[in-house]
């Protein structure tokens, strides 16, 4: 799949087991499968580069599921 860079707020979502997400400049929420340490901070400005993935069945109803390729912040 394709990679694309977005640029947004880190948030943690308290949601079942809760999750870190990502809320982009157009309110477009992403879910990363595997969020970087560095990243995992409330409220946090990052750039990321992120790859759609199919998790086929999930628990979480919120936003699309990513894998972070790069990041910056």
């Known amino acids: 799949m394709k990679t694309k860079r977005i640029t947004g707020k880190v948030t943690w979502q308290n949601l079942g087991t809760g999750f870190w997400g990502i809320v982009d400049s157009k309110g477009r929420e992403w879910r990363p499968i595997n969020m970087p340490e560095q990243l995992k901070k409330e409220g946090k400005q990052a750039t990321i580069t992120i790859r759609e993935v199919d998790e086929g069945a999930s628990i979480f109803?919120?936003?699309?599921a990513v894998e972070v390729t790069g990041f910056g912040t």
């Not at 109803?61 to 699309?64: A, C, I, Q």
């Open 61 to 64: 109803m919120w936003g699309t």
